[in-house]
């Protein structure tokens, strides 16, 4: 069977797959793995066809997450996003399909170039009650020659490697990325967890890990640009500011949007320039409120900062901005 020419330049591409040892299925296997009992690139390095494979097998037992590690290859001298996809659906054993979002149950893969082809695991949570998980790879387009090679049969999770931040960033493993990026949150290390998101937003391109990473960067970008030494200090305190005048900061917002709305409320409680925070909670945040106010600061009590409750935001944060008043 020769290759698909259909496309100019493709033919040079699939030589260069087949030199290093991918072959096109013949027909009688394709016949065979349609019929989802056969697994084709179980034991060889194969050229994935136009149409889509699928590939019927039996849950892991007591498995709530399983996970495939395939190979991708191009023929090009650059990886390609997004080459091949796997999606995996669930069915009972009576083989009524599960309903799950198609989202979860999809995973694409890069085509890595010949020369520099790596594992690639892709995870899958199981819902409750499946015991079939039928597996389907594609190639993203007809135009792209893609070679494959590595089992379509789910397998049980490991257990994860213990491995730092960096370590974490030079793979592929989506589960070892967000492991690191909850060590990350709970030592509140934004600039880790800035590069850890980075390489997440590159791999899967979700919508969670770019609102994450844009909540961090404003978080950083807030402590350093707090306003220094532009109010004019009074001896006395003309507004005692002891409770937040608009509603608490929460972790879903973007912090500079809520200190601005709260900084506007306290302009618009009073106009004198000191002003007095008593001990308490939110002491943190009605300290950065009256600094982006620009006003000046006279303390009363303790000043015990407790940033509980508040991510990527840490006691220390809170006392830099009081090294400034």
């Not at 136009?50 to 097998?57: E, V």
């Not at 191009?74 to 009576?94: D, I, M």
Request: overall charge positive; charged content about 25%; proline content about 5%.
């Amino acid at each position: 069977m020769k290759p698909d020419t259909s496309t100019k330049g493709n033919a040079r591409h699939v030589r260069r797959l087949i030199k290093a040892g991918y072959r096109i299925l013949p027909q009688f296997v394709l016949m065979l793995a349609r019929t989802g009992i056969v697994d084709p690139f179980a034991r060889r390095k194969a050229i994935l066809p136009r149409r889509p494979l699928t590939i019927l097998a039996i849950r892991p037992a007591a498995q709530d997450r399983v996970v495939y590690t395939l190979r991708v290859a191009t023929g090009k001298p650059y990886a390609e996003r997004s080459a091949a996809t796997l999606s995996v659906t669930y069915r009972t054993f009576w083989g009524r399909k599960i309903r799950w979002s198609e989202d979860a149950a999809r995973h694409a893969f890069f085509a890595d170039p010949i020369d520099e082809v790596t594992e690639q695991p892709a995870y899958f949570d199981v819902p409750q009650g499946a015991f079939w998980v039928v597996s389907t790879i594609q190639r993203h387009t007809d135009t792209r020659r893609i070679g494959v090679s590595g089992s379509l049969k789910p397998l049980a999770c490991a257990a994860l490697p213990q491995v730092t931040w960096e370590q974490a960033l030079l793979s592929r493993d989506r589960l070892l990325l967000e492991s690191a990026l909850s060590k990350a949150q709970a030592t509140c290390d934004r600039t880790a967890a800035r590069q850890i998101l980075a390489r997440l937003l590159f791999l899967l391109q979700r919508r969670a890990d770019r609102a994450l990473l844009r909540h961090i960067s404003d978080i950083d970008a807030v402590f350093k640009t707090v306003p220094t030494g532009n109010a004019v200090q009074s001896d006395t305190a003309g507004f005692t500011y002891d409770a937040l005048l608009t509603t608490p900061f929460k972790n879903s917002m973007m912090l500079s949007r809520w200190l601005k709305s709260e900084a506007i409320a306290l302009e618009a409680a009073t106009d004198a320039d000191t002003i007095l925070l008593t001990a308490g909670p939110h002491l943190g945040l009605r300290l950065m409120a009256a600094r982006y106010a620009e006003k000046a600061v006279q303390f009363d009590g303790d000043t015990q900062y407790d940033a509980n409750g508040l991510d990527w935001i840490t006691v220390a944060d809170f006392e830099a901005v009081h090294a400034l008043t």
